[in-house]
């Protein structure tokens, strides 16, 4: 199975603030995020991280990494240069991607860290799946809403858990209802 997640910030204290993520403390965060992956997760399943795993964390990448089960293919974010220096958080990794193509289901997806307006096969159906802007409703989420087949990966918006493409969708449409909802 294939599923996706973008924006762990795993050891990042201060991101609980900045999304407003329902936990106590870094270490609160870091286990519950770990417990859901792996709840989810098969050995069998490839993960599409697309982007930003840690950032600013005490613990090695590799700590984190080595206990999230799956493949995982990291679809670099501003935050992982780190990772691209430490051998044994590679070594976790089944891939790294700047971007990446992928099939899923007969969809053709394309997978980046950042929002796009447009990707490969933008007026044939195909799809965008991104990440970045964490649960923010400014500009970007304004104009990226309105692109019917482009999905946010962040893991606010997917209850920290890595998801499956119906699911992405789901959420999504839930985050915009929900965005709607606000403004009236």
């Not at 998801?163 to 449409?173: A, G, K, R, S």
Request: hydrophobic share 35%; net charge negative; with cysteine.
């Amino acid at each position: 199975m294939n599923l996706y997640t973008s924006d762990l910030h795993l050891g990042h204290a201060n991101v609980i603030k900045f999304d407003n993520r329902p936990f106590a403390n870094v270490d609160e965060m870091d286990q519950c995020i770990i417990t859901r992956w792996n709840k989810r997760v098969s050995d069998d399943d490839t993960v599409y991280i697309l982007g930003d795993v840690c950032h600013r964390n005490s613990k090695d990448s590799s700590w984190y990494l080595k206990q999230l089960r799956g493949h995982k293919i990291l679809i670099l974010g501003n935050h992982d240069n780190p990772i691209l220096k430490n051998n044994s958080a590679l070594a976790c990794l089944d891939q790294v991607e700047k971007m990446m193509q992928v099939i899923d289901e007969k969809r053709q997806i394309t997978l980046c860290h950042y929002p796009i307006l447009e990707w490969n096969a933008y007026f044939y159906g195909s799809w965008h799946i991104y990440g970045h802007i964490h649960n923010r409703k400014e500009d970007t989420f304004k104009i990226m809403s309105k692109k019917d087949h482009a999905l946010n990966a962040c893991c606010m918006i997917n209850n920290f858990v890595p998801v499956t493409f119906d699911e992405l969708v789901e959420n999504n449409v839930a985050f915009k209802i929900n965005d709607e909802l606000g403004r009236e």
